[in-house]
């Protein structure tokens, strides 16, 4: 399959062109990570969005005291990261993978660029890119209510 | 099924094993003194008194046929943290079985999807037994299971077993990680999207905290399962357990008598009612 037809067949494109779909992965690469190997790194300069093909990859944030905490891990047909997509594009947590990964590498600033200059495409990948967030601010919201906690008390 | 001649009168119960598997969650393994061995369906549940502290709702985490009947319970209040006390070769009572059943007959042909939150897996865990007795029956079978953090994930050795069988795809995943968990953080609602099932074909058998519940259903809903393939174990305050005294009432439904496993249309409106 070749990159154009990769991110043809992903749900962002569903109703683009295939003039516009080539646009999209005009932006795009095919990356890999091995085990351990960052996709993003807390403060680094946001400039990528990854979208998952194969593998896991963690979100994972250092607590002072605590370590390294994991937030969540992340699969297949899902996005890691929104930050490039709003200033001051800066990464806020660590992504990295736990097994080996497969992903569509976005070079964020051409991205950007086709967005504005085509809304329809803009549009495609807010689409994506909100229901990704609704979805994990959701989660996180369940994750705050720690609703396994045993009653009349968190441990 | 064996019905009680006097329903609300416990038959006396020996436990004869007692296993910890986690802080707060043990399980006891019961057997008659005198009565047959007791014949239910994987959902239902018996009411569990133990003598001179009072007497609690359980669902039955055996299989139906092959094992000696479990109960795996949290001590959380006034009677089953007592109850977690209790030595082996104490006597309790027991009543039941009582309620409706997961509809495994109904999905088979079909996919099954079970969706398990914390000690929801184990009402749930006749379910997958008597799914994997029956494999040939099912399609895909996928069960996701949730909990808080690692050292809450129950029947670890049997979860194990499962993996290992490698017809059934199991996801676990926790909302608090521990840096030595190497498996998949956040909440299990989030796993539905990805699991490997059909969804216009596939049964859901969804058992946990209420919330978590309505969120999973909701979450099948968008994946495309009917919602009348939607099932829910219900929890509401018991006494009579027979559909007498109106305690278990949740909107029109009696969750002993009519429950606890209720399909998903049964429940429009009533789980996200701050009352109820
Ligand atoms: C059909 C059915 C099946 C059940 N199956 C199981 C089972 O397999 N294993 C099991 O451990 N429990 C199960 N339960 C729940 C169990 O019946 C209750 O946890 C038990 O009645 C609590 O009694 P208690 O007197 O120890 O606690 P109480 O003194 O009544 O309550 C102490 C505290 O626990 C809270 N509480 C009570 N019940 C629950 C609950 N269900 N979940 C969370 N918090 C609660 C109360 O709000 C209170 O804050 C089931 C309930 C039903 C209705
Ligand atoms: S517990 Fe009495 S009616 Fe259900």
Redesign the interface.
């Known amino acids: 399959m070749t990159l154009r037809e990769l991110v043809a067949s992903q749900r962002f494109c569903q109703g683009l062109s295939e003039g516009q779909c080539g646009e999209l992965a005009a932006c795009a690469s095919e990356r890999q990570f091995a085990p351990g190997e960052f996709l993003l790194r807390q403060h680094a300069p946001a400039d990528t969005f990854y979208w998952v093909l194969e593998g896991?990859v963690?979100i994972r944030l250092a607590l002072p005291g605590q370590?390294?905490?994991?937030?969540?891990?992340l699969?297949?047909?899902e996005a890691v990261g929104w930050s490039w997509f709003a200033p001051p594009y800066r990464c806020q947590f660590d992504a990295l993978a736990?097994t080996p990964t497969r992903t569509l590498a976005f070079a964020a600033a051409p991205l950007r660029a086709l967005m504005e200059r085509d809304p329809t495409v803009g549009c495609a990948v807010l689409k994506v890119l909100v229901s990704t967030l609704s979805?994990r601010v959701?989660?996180c919201r369940?994750?705050v209510?720690?609703?396994?906690?045993?009653?009349?008390g968190r441990? | 099924m064996s019905a009680p001649a006097e329903p609300t009168l416990p038959a006396p119960y020996r436990i004869v094993g007692r296993r910890q598997d986690s802080a707060d969650v043990f399980t006891w393994t019961v057997e008659p003194l005198g009565e047959p061995a007791l014949t239910f369906l994987p959902g239902q549940f018996n009411m569990l008194y133990a003598y001179g502290i009072g007497e609690v709702p359980v669902s039955i985490s055996s299989a139906a046929a092959g094992e000696p009947l479990l109960h795996t319970i949290r001590a959380v209040g006034s009677v089953t943290r007592p109850m977690a006390a209790l030595p082996v070769g104490t006597v309790i009572g027991r009543r039941g079985p009582y309620g409706s059943a997961w509809p495994l007959a109904e999905a088979e042909g079909g996919d099954l999807l079970i969706v398990a939150g914390g000690l929801g897996l184990a009402p749930l865990r006749p379910a997958i037994l008597g799914a994997l007795a029956r494999r040939a029956q099912f399609g895909r079978l996928c069960l996701l299971y949730g909990t808080r953090g690692p050292a809450d994930v129950l029947f670890a050795d049997q979860l194990a077993a499962w993996r290992a069988r490698g017809d059934l795809e199991l996801r676990v995943t926790v909302d608090r990680a521990t840096p030595d968990w190497t498996g998949e953080v956040g909440v299990v609602t989030r796993l539905i999207a990805r699991a490997d099932v059909d969804p216009a074909r596939t049964t859901a058998l969804v058992c946990g905290p209420e919330i978590m519940m309505r969120f999973a259903g909701e979450a099948l809903l968008r994946r495309g399962v009917p919602a009348t393939a939607i099932h829910l174990s219900l929890e509401r305050n018991m006494k009579c357990a027979v559909g007498y005294c109106g305690h278990c009432q949740l909107g029109p439904h009696f969750i002993c008598r009519d429950g606890p496993v209720l399909a998903w249309p049964r429940l429009a409106g009533l789980l996200d009612v701050a009352e109820l």
């Open positions: 896991q963690k370590g390294l905490v994991t937030l969540e891990t699969g297949p047909d736990t979805e959701q989660s369940l994750q209510l720690d609703v396994y906690a045993p009653p009349g441990r």
